[in-house]
């Protein structure tokens, strides 16, 4: 059964930086592409950056620059590091297999001013 379990959300100020962890179980993870989403309030979900299963990223515009996605095939894990966060970055942030249908519960990232 996919399971996919994000952690490392929190409250943080605006400039200030926050890790998201997403620990992948039940498929291959090593042969997968991943990525992380995010939906803030009254907003539809929204795609934020993805990673191949050889590690090449791709980013949304807003977020370029700022945040970078990898991945730890020994770990199951992908990550996101995220930097220079701004107010309009607070949502609830989501990883994702591509071409599966599964998602975990999310995170929250909330950035203050």
């Known amino acids: 059964q996919v399971q996919l379990v994000e952690s490392g959300g929190g409250l943080v100020q605006a400039g200030g930086s926050l890790r998201l962890s997403c620990a992948a179980y039940g498929f291959r993870f090593s042969i997968s592409a991943m990525g992380w989403y995010r939906q803030a309030p009254g907003k539809q979900r929204e795609f934020v950056a993805h990673?191949?299963?050889?590690?090449?990223?791709n980013y949304a515009d807003s977020i370029k620059g700022r945040f970078t996605i990898s991945r730890d095939n020994a770990k199951n894990t992908v990550y996101l590091q995220m930097n220079s966060l701004k107010p309009e970055d607070t949502a609830v942030y989501y990883c994702?297999?591509?071409?599966?249908?599964?998602w975990g519960q999310g995170t929250q990232v909330t950035v203050s001013s």
């Open positions: 990673i191949s299963s050889r590690s090449s990223p």
């Open positions: 994702h297999r591509l071409g599966g249908t599964s």
